[in-house]
Protein backbone atom coordinates (compact mmCIF):
# COMPACT_ATOMS: atom_id res chain seq x y z
CA UNK A 1 0.00 0.00 0.00
CA UNK A 2 1.10 3.65 -0.77
CA UNK A 3 1.43 5.46 2.40
CA UNK A 4 -0.85 8.76 2.92
CA UNK A 5 0.58 11.61 0.92
CA UNK A 6 3.16 9.48 -1.06
CA UNK A 7 1.20 10.25 -3.96
CA UNK A 8 1.65 14.25 -3.66
CA UNK A 9 4.38 16.08 -5.03
CA UNK A 10 5.69 16.34 -1.39
CA UNK A 11 5.55 12.83 -1.39
CA UNK A 12 7.54 11.94 -4.41
CA UNK A 13 10.24 14.32 -3.76
CA UNK A 14 10.60 13.09 -0.05
CA UNK A 15 10.95 9.69 -1.87
CA UNK A 16 13.46 10.87 -3.80
CA UNK A 17 15.70 12.33 -1.61
CA UNK A 18 15.68 9.28 0.66
CA UNK A 19 16.90 7.51 -3.18
CA UNK A 20 19.65 9.74 -3.43
CA UNK A 21 20.89 9.43 0.09
CA UNK A 22 20.60 5.37 0.20
CA UNK A 23 22.65 5.27 -3.41
CA UNK A 24 25.73 7.38 -1.59
CA UNK A 25 25.08 5.95 1.31
CA UNK A 26 25.56 1.83 -0.35
CA UNK A 27 27.62 2.79 -2.90
CA UNK A 28 29.54 6.27 -2.62
CA UNK A 29 31.40 8.41 -3.40
CA UNK A 30 29.13 8.94 -6.23
CA UNK A 31 29.42 11.65 -9.16
CA UNK A 32 25.82 13.47 -9.76
CA UNK A 33 25.21 11.29 -13.43
CA UNK A 34 26.47 7.94 -11.36
CA UNK A 35 23.24 8.63 -8.96
CA UNK A 36 21.15 9.52 -11.36
CA UNK A 37 21.73 6.28 -13.28
CA UNK A 38 21.35 4.48 -10.16
CA UNK A 39 18.19 5.14 -9.34
CA UNK A 40 16.89 6.31 -12.99
CA UNK A 41 16.08 9.87 -12.62
CA UNK A 42 17.72 12.77 -15.80
CA UNK A 43 20.49 14.73 -14.46
CA UNK A 44 18.36 17.57 -13.99
CA UNK A 45 15.85 16.03 -11.85
CA UNK A 46 18.68 14.67 -9.25
CA UNK A 47 20.53 17.82 -9.20
CA UNK A 48 18.27 20.10 -6.94
CA UNK A 49 17.59 16.97 -4.69
CA UNK A 50 21.58 16.77 -4.14
CA UNK A 51 21.73 20.64 -3.61
CA UNK A 52 18.79 20.04 -0.64
CA UNK A 53 20.78 17.02 0.79
CA UNK A 54 24.11 19.28 0.47
CA UNK A 55 22.43 22.12 2.06
CA UNK A 56 20.81 20.10 5.15
CA UNK A 57 24.57 18.56 5.64
CA UNK A 58 23.22 14.80 5.09
CA UNK A 59 25.71 14.64 1.74
CA UNK A 60 29.27 16.69 1.07
CA UNK A 61 31.39 16.59 -1.49
CA UNK A 62 34.68 15.11 -1.60
CA UNK A 63 36.77 16.01 -4.31
CA UNK A 64 36.74 15.82 -8.30
CA UNK A 65 35.13 13.00 -9.78
CA UNK A 66 37.39 10.54 -12.20
CA UNK A 67 36.83 12.64 -15.54
CA UNK A 68 34.75 11.07 -18.30
CA UNK A 69 34.58 12.54 -21.51
CA UNK A 70 34.97 16.61 -22.10
CA UNK A 71 34.30 19.31 -19.76
CA UNK A 72 35.33 19.95 -16.15
CA UNK A 73 34.85 16.34 -14.09
CA UNK A 74 32.06 17.47 -11.46
CA UNK A 75 32.91 16.74 -7.62
CA UNK A 76 31.74 12.70 -6.00
CA UNK A 77 29.46 12.71 -3.39
CA UNK A 78 29.59 10.89 0.08
CA UNK A 79 27.10 10.88 2.59
CA UNK A 80 28.49 13.36 5.20
CA UNK A 81 30.36 12.19 8.59
CA UNK A 82 28.45 14.94 10.77
CA UNK A 83 24.67 15.54 11.44
CA UNK A 84 22.58 12.79 12.32
CA UNK A 85 24.00 9.81 14.27
CA UNK A 86 22.22 5.97 14.96
CA UNK A 87 22.45 4.83 18.70
CA UNK A 88 22.57 1.42 19.28
CA UNK A 89 22.54 -0.48 22.74
CA UNK A 90 22.58 -3.96 23.54
CA UNK A 91 21.32 -5.31 26.67
CA UNK A 92 23.08 -8.58 27.82
CA UNK A 93 23.03 -11.21 30.37
CA UNK A 94 26.72 -10.23 31.54
CA UNK A 95 26.97 -7.14 29.85
CA UNK A 96 25.86 -3.55 28.39
CA UNK A 97 27.12 -1.81 25.38
CA UNK A 98 26.60 0.92 23.30
CA UNK A 99 27.87 2.61 20.12
CA UNK A 100 27.23 5.92 17.62
CA UNK A 101 27.69 5.22 14.03
CA UNK A 102 27.37 7.92 11.39
CA UNK A 103 25.91 8.20 7.84
CA UNK A 104 28.49 6.37 6.52
CA UNK A 105 28.46 3.15 9.11
CA UNK A 106 31.48 4.24 10.68
CA UNK A 107 31.72 3.53 14.56
CA UNK A 108 32.19 7.09 15.90
CA UNK A 109 31.83 6.37 19.78
CA UNK A 110 31.41 3.00 21.33
CA UNK A 111 31.57 2.10 25.37
CA UNK A 112 31.16 -1.59 27.33
CA UNK A 113 31.28 -2.71 30.76
CA UNK A 114 30.13 -5.81 32.11
CA UNK A 115 27.08 -6.43 34.02
CA UNK A 116 25.67 -8.93 35.81
CA UNK A 117 22.03 -8.61 34.38
CA UNK A 118 20.47 -11.58 35.18
CA UNK A 119 17.51 -11.58 37.02
CA UNK A 120 18.32 -8.07 37.54
CA UNK A 121 15.11 -5.33 37.79
CA UNK A 122 14.81 -3.27 35.05
CA UNK A 123 15.30 -0.17 36.26
CA UNK A 124 19.12 -0.40 38.00
CA UNK A 125 19.96 -2.06 34.63
CA UNK A 126 18.61 0.99 32.26
CA UNK A 127 19.91 3.32 34.69
CA UNK A 128 23.44 1.85 34.13
CA UNK A 129 22.58 1.72 30.47
CA UNK A 130 21.70 5.27 30.77
CA UNK A 131 25.15 6.46 31.79
CA UNK A 132 26.74 4.81 28.70
CA UNK A 133 24.66 6.25 26.57
CA UNK A 134 25.44 9.79 28.09
CA UNK A 135 29.21 9.05 27.73
CA UNK A 136 28.31 8.18 24.27
CA UNK A 137 26.17 11.19 22.92
CA UNK A 138 28.50 13.30 25.04
CA UNK A 139 31.44 12.33 23.27
CA UNK A 140 29.75 12.54 19.54
CA UNK A 141 28.78 15.91 20.01
CA UNK A 142 31.97 17.30 20.14
CA UNK A 143 32.28 16.00 16.69
CA UNK A 144 29.37 17.90 15.21
CA UNK A 145 26.89 14.82 15.48
CA UNK A 146 23.68 14.45 16.87
CA UNK A 147 22.04 11.43 17.90
CA UNK A 148 18.85 10.87 14.55
CA UNK A 149 16.93 7.69 17.24
CA UNK A 150 18.41 5.28 19.79
CA UNK A 151 17.35 1.40 19.13
CA UNK A 152 17.68 -1.20 22.03
CA UNK A 153 18.97 -4.68 21.33
CA UNK A 154 17.67 -7.41 23.84
CA UNK A 155 17.64 -11.26 24.72
CA UNK A 156 14.02 -12.09 24.31
CA UNK A 157 10.84 -11.25 22.77
CA UNK A 158 9.53 -7.96 21.96
CA UNK A 159 6.03 -6.74 21.31
CA UNK A 160 5.72 -5.70 17.44
CA UNK A 161 6.48 -2.04 17.48
CA UNK A 162 6.53 -1.71 20.76
CA UNK A 163 9.01 -0.80 23.53
CA UNK A 164 7.97 -4.26 25.92
CA UNK A 165 10.10 -6.70 26.28
CA UNK A 166 7.34 -9.51 26.81
CA UNK A 167 9.86 -12.33 27.59
CA UNK A 168 13.55 -12.08 28.32
CA UNK A 169 13.78 -15.60 30.08
CA UNK A 170 17.52 -15.45 30.56
CA UNK A 171 17.37 -11.93 32.07
CA UNK A 172 14.15 -12.85 34.49
CA UNK A 173 12.24 -9.70 32.66
CA UNK A 174 8.05 -10.08 32.10
CA UNK A 175 5.94 -7.56 30.36
CA UNK A 176 8.90 -5.09 30.68
CA UNK A 177 8.31 -1.69 28.74
CA UNK A 178 11.81 0.03 28.41
CA UNK A 179 10.64 3.83 27.17
CA UNK A 180 9.81 5.15 30.88
CA UNK A 181 13.67 4.08 31.94
CA UNK A 182 15.22 5.30 29.20
CA UNK A 183 12.83 8.48 28.67
CA UNK A 184 15.50 10.53 30.36
CA UNK A 185 18.31 9.14 28.41
CA UNK A 186 16.07 9.89 24.97
CA UNK A 187 15.18 13.31 26.06
CA UNK A 188 18.11 14.56 27.11
CA UNK A 189 20.02 13.40 23.98
CA UNK A 190 18.52 15.55 21.48
CA UNK A 191 15.65 17.86 21.18
CA UNK A 192 12.97 16.94 20.49
CA UNK A 193 13.24 13.52 22.31
CA UNK A 194 15.26 11.01 19.63
CA UNK A 195 12.54 8.13 18.67
CA UNK A 196 13.31 4.73 20.87
CA UNK A 197 13.25 1.22 19.21
CA UNK A 198 13.28 -2.11 21.35
CA UNK A 199 14.17 -5.21 19.08
CA UNK A 200 14.97 -8.97 19.79
CA UNK A 201 19.20 -9.34 19.20
CA UNK A 202 18.94 -11.55 16.95
CA UNK A 203 16.90 -9.70 14.24
CA UNK A 204 19.14 -6.62 14.69
CA UNK A 205 22.20 -9.50 14.30
CA UNK A 206 20.50 -10.00 10.96
CA UNK A 207 19.41 -6.84 9.43
CA UNK A 208 23.05 -5.67 10.37
CA UNK A 209 23.88 -8.00 7.81
CA UNK A 210 21.93 -6.66 4.90
CA UNK A 211 22.53 -3.00 5.50
CA UNK A 212 25.02 -0.92 4.41
CA UNK A 213 28.09 -0.49 7.05
CA UNK A 214 31.80 -0.91 7.15
CA UNK A 215 35.10 -1.11 4.42
CA UNK A 216 32.69 -3.33 1.83
CA UNK A 217 29.26 -0.92 2.16
CA UNK A 218 27.57 -4.43 2.93
CA UNK A 219 28.57 -5.49 -0.52
CA UNK A 220 29.93 -8.66 0.72
CA UNK A 221 26.63 -9.71 2.71
CA UNK A 222 24.37 -12.61 2.83
CA UNK A 223 22.00 -13.63 -0.13
CA UNK A 224 18.60 -12.01 0.55
CA UNK A 225 17.03 -14.99 2.02
CA UNK A 226 19.00 -16.72 4.97
CA UNK A 227 18.39 -17.54 8.29
CA UNK A 228 20.29 -16.09 11.10
CA UNK A 229 21.33 -17.53 14.32
CA UNK A 230 23.36 -15.51 17.30
CA UNK A 231 24.18 -16.92 21.06
CA UNK A 232 25.04 -15.38 24.15
CA UNK A 233 23.34 -16.90 27.32
CA UNK A 234 20.25 -18.26 25.08
CA UNK A 235 20.54 -18.90 20.69
CA UNK A 236 17.80 -16.54 18.77
CA UNK A 237 17.49 -17.15 15.02
CA UNK A 238 15.95 -14.42 12.31
CA UNK A 239 14.59 -15.67 9.32
CA UNK A 240 14.52 -12.99 6.35
CA UNK A 241 13.56 -13.80 3.33
CA UNK A 242 13.45 -11.76 0.14
CA UNK A 243 15.67 -8.77 2.30
CA UNK A 244 12.97 -8.46 5.10
CA UNK A 245 12.88 -9.90 8.32
CA UNK A 246 9.83 -12.40 8.90
CA UNK A 247 8.46 -11.13 12.12
CA UNK A 248 5.69 -13.66 12.89
CA UNK A 249 2.02 -12.41 13.98
CA UNK A 250 3.38 -10.97 16.84
CA UNK A 251 6.71 -10.43 16.60
CA UNK A 252 8.09 -13.50 18.00
CA UNK A 253 9.32 -15.46 14.94
CA UNK A 254 12.85 -17.22 15.09
CA UNK A 255 12.69 -18.49 19.42
CA UNK A 256 15.17 -21.12 17.57
CA UNK A 257 16.47 -21.90 20.97
CA UNK A 258 13.36 -23.55 22.27
CA UNK A 259 13.13 -25.74 19.32
CA UNK A 260 13.46 -29.29 21.00
CA UNK A 261 15.73 -31.47 19.58
CA UNK A 262 15.81 -34.22 22.17
CA UNK A 263 12.42 -34.61 22.95
CA UNK A 264 12.67 -36.68 26.11
CA UNK A 265 15.91 -34.50 26.84
CA UNK A 266 16.54 -31.91 29.45
CA UNK A 267 14.07 -29.80 30.88
CA UNK A 268 14.12 -26.17 29.50
CA UNK A 269 13.37 -23.08 31.61
CA UNK A 270 10.48 -22.10 29.26
CA UNK A 271 8.71 -24.97 30.18
CA UNK A 272 9.99 -27.86 27.97
CA UNK A 273 12.22 -30.36 27.14
CA UNK A 274 15.11 -31.25 24.76
CA UNK A 275 15.41 -27.52 23.35
CA UNK A 276 18.36 -26.64 21.58
CA UNK A 277 19.00 -24.32 24.39
CA UNK A 278 19.82 -26.79 26.59
CA UNK A 279 22.63 -28.46 24.17
CA UNK A 280 24.32 -25.41 22.72
CA UNK A 281 23.81 -22.37 24.93
CA UNK A 282 26.41 -20.78 26.31
CA UNK A 283 25.68 -22.01 29.73
CA UNK A 284 25.24 -25.50 28.38
CA UNK A 285 28.32 -25.56 26.63
CA UNK A 286 30.51 -23.90 29.61
CA UNK A 287 29.36 -26.54 31.60
CA UNK A 288 29.66 -29.72 29.14
CA UNK A 289 33.87 -28.15 28.72
CA UNK A 290 34.07 -27.61 32.45
CA UNK A 291 34.72 -24.05 31.50
CA UNK A 292 31.79 -23.28 33.69
CA UNK A 293 33.84 -21.43 36.69
CA UNK A 294 36.46 -19.79 34.05
CA UNK A 295 36.89 -16.55 34.36
CA UNK A 296 36.75 -14.04 31.53
CA UNK A 297 39.69 -12.20 31.12
CA UNK A 298 40.04 -8.58 32.21
CA UNK A 299 38.98 -5.85 30.00
CA UNK A 300 36.74 -7.92 27.86
CA UNK A 301 33.18 -6.84 28.71
CA UNK A 302 30.90 -7.14 25.79
CA UNK A 303 28.89 -9.01 24.01
CA UNK A 304 30.92 -13.15 23.60
CA UNK A 305 33.23 -12.49 26.38
CA UNK A 306 32.44 -16.03 27.70
CA UNK A 307 32.64 -17.16 24.48
CA UNK A 308 36.21 -16.42 24.00
CA UNK A 309 37.26 -18.00 26.92
CA UNK A 310 35.56 -21.38 24.79
CA UNK A 311 37.38 -20.40 21.74
CA UNK A 312 40.65 -19.87 23.43
CA UNK A 313 40.70 -23.07 25.17
CA UNK A 314 39.27 -25.11 21.97
CA UNK A 315 42.63 -23.34 20.10
CA UNK A 316 44.71 -24.82 22.85
CA UNK A 317 43.28 -28.09 21.90
CA UNK A 318 41.13 -28.70 25.08
CA UNK A 319 39.42 -32.19 24.92
CA UNK A 320 36.20 -31.21 26.88
CA UNK A 321 36.09 -27.95 25.36
CA UNK A 322 35.97 -29.37 21.63
CA UNK A 323 33.94 -32.31 22.09
CA UNK A 324 31.51 -29.80 23.93
CA UNK A 325 31.64 -27.66 20.95
CA UNK A 326 30.99 -30.15 18.62
CA UNK A 327 27.92 -31.57 20.40
CA UNK A 328 26.55 -27.77 19.84
CA UNK A 329 27.32 -28.43 16.94
CA UNK A 330 25.65 -31.22 16.34
CA UNK A 331 22.26 -30.05 18.49
CA UNK A 332 22.46 -26.76 16.05
CA UNK A 333 21.94 -28.91 12.73
CA UNK A 334 19.46 -30.93 13.81
CA UNK A 335 17.58 -27.47 14.63
CA UNK A 336 18.36 -26.21 12.12
CA UNK A 337 17.79 -29.03 9.95
CA UNK A 338 13.76 -28.02 10.48
CA UNK A 339 14.23 -24.68 9.29
CA UNK A 340 15.97 -25.23 6.19
CA UNK A 341 13.14 -27.72 4.91
CA UNK A 342 10.42 -25.46 5.70
CA UNK A 343 11.82 -22.31 4.31
CA UNK A 344 14.62 -23.29 1.48
CA UNK A 345 16.58 -20.16 2.17
CA UNK A 346 19.79 -19.47 0.20
CA UNK A 347 22.15 -19.49 3.00
CA UNK A 348 22.30 -20.08 6.90
CA UNK A 349 24.71 -17.83 8.73
CA UNK A 350 26.08 -17.90 12.10
CA UNK A 351 26.36 -14.58 14.13
CA UNK A 352 26.99 -12.75 17.38
CA UNK A 353 29.01 -15.05 19.61
CA UNK A 354 28.57 -18.24 17.77
CA UNK A 355 31.31 -16.62 14.79
CA UNK A 356 33.59 -16.96 17.20
CA UNK A 357 33.01 -20.71 17.87
CA UNK A 358 32.99 -21.89 13.98
CA UNK A 359 35.58 -23.59 13.02
CA UNK A 360 34.50 -26.19 16.12
CA UNK A 361 31.11 -25.69 15.50
CA UNK A 362 30.56 -25.90 11.91
CA UNK A 363 31.86 -29.88 10.76
CA UNK A 364 29.15 -31.19 13.22
CA UNK A 365 26.68 -28.81 12.46
CA UNK A 366 27.33 -29.51 8.96
CA UNK A 367 27.15 -32.88 8.54
CA UNK A 368 23.62 -32.81 10.51
CA UNK A 369 22.10 -30.39 7.76
CA UNK A 370 23.92 -32.99 4.94
CA UNK A 371 22.16 -35.90 7.09
CA UNK A 372 18.38 -34.25 7.72
CA UNK A 373 17.38 -31.99 4.96
CA UNK A 374 15.78 -32.72 1.70
CA UNK A 375 18.09 -30.87 -0.02
CA UNK A 376 21.91 -31.10 1.52
CA UNK A 377 23.92 -28.57 2.52
CA UNK A 378 26.52 -28.57 0.52
CA UNK A 379 26.14 -25.93 -2.10
CA UNK A 380 28.61 -27.35 -4.26
CA UNK A 381 26.80 -31.35 -4.58
CA UNK A 382 22.91 -30.21 -4.55
CA UNK A 383 22.26 -26.61 -4.01
CA UNK A 384 22.13 -26.66 -0.83
CA UNK A 385 22.03 -23.48 1.60
CA UNK A 386 25.55 -22.35 1.96
CA UNK A 387 26.27 -22.31 6.00
CA UNK A 388 28.59 -19.03 6.66
CA UNK A 389 30.21 -17.03 9.48
CA UNK A 390 28.54 -13.23 10.11
CA UNK A 391 31.65 -10.80 9.29
CA UNK A 392 30.60 -8.70 12.15
CA UNK A 393 30.85 -11.49 14.84
CA UNK A 394 29.47 -10.54 18.29
CA UNK A 395 29.33 -7.20 17.30
CA UNK A 396 26.15 -7.70 14.81
CA UNK A 397 23.44 -6.60 17.65
CA UNK A 398 24.70 -3.73 18.61
CA UNK A 399 25.80 -2.35 14.89
CA UNK A 400 22.31 -3.83 13.93
CA UNK A 401 21.13 -1.43 16.04
CA UNK A 402 22.88 1.42 15.74
CA UNK A 403 22.12 1.18 11.75
CA UNK A 404 18.20 0.90 13.03
CA UNK A 405 18.22 4.16 14.65
CA UNK A 406 19.90 5.55 11.53
CA UNK A 407 17.34 4.08 9.67
CA UNK A 408 14.64 6.84 9.71
CA UNK A 409 17.00 9.44 8.23
CA UNK A 410 17.81 6.93 5.39
CA UNK A 411 14.16 6.64 4.98
CA UNK A 412 13.05 10.04 5.24
CA UNK A 413 15.73 12.75 5.05
CA UNK A 414 13.57 16.21 5.87
CA UNK A 415 12.63 14.75 8.98
CA UNK A 416 16.96 15.16 10.03
CA UNK A 417 17.52 18.25 7.80
CA UNK A 418 19.49 21.00 9.45
CA UNK A 419 18.15 24.61 8.89
CA UNK A 420 17.50 25.55 5.28
CA UNK A 421 20.52 28.00 5.42
CA UNK A 422 23.52 25.52 6.41
CA UNK A 423 26.45 25.90 4.72
CA UNK A 424 26.98 22.42 2.87
CA UNK A 425 29.89 19.89 3.66
CA UNK A 426 32.63 19.60 2.11
CA UNK A 427 35.59 17.09 3.02
CA UNK A 428 38.96 16.28 2.23
Known sequence: MTAPGNDTQAGIRRRNLARVLQAVAAHGPLSRPAVAARIGLTRAGVAPLVDELLRAGLLAESGPAAPR????????????????????????????????????GRIRARAAVGAANRNSAPGP??????????????RIASEGLRPAGLAVAVPGLVARG???????????????????????????????????????????????????????????????????????????????????????ARGFAGELGHVPV????????????????????????????????????????GPGARIALLARRAADGDPATVRALEEAGTALGIAL??????????????GGALAGLAPWVLPSLERELTLRTAVAADPARAGGP???????????????????????????PLRSCAPADSPPVRTR
Do not use: K, M
Open 386 to 412: AVTVSRLGADGPLLGAAQAALRAVLDD
Open 125 to 138: VLERLGELLTEVTG
Open 162 to 248: GTTVVHAPNLGWRAADLAPGLAPVTASASSPAVPLTVENEANLGALAELWPAGADGGRHGPPPDFVHVSAEAGIGAAVVVDGQLLRG
Open 69 to 104: GRGRPGSELVVSDRGPAGLGAEIGVDHLAVCAIDLR
Open 262 to 301: YPDGRRCDCGGRGCLEQYAGEEAVLRASGAAAGRVVAGEA
Open 337 to 350: AGAVNLLDPRAVVL
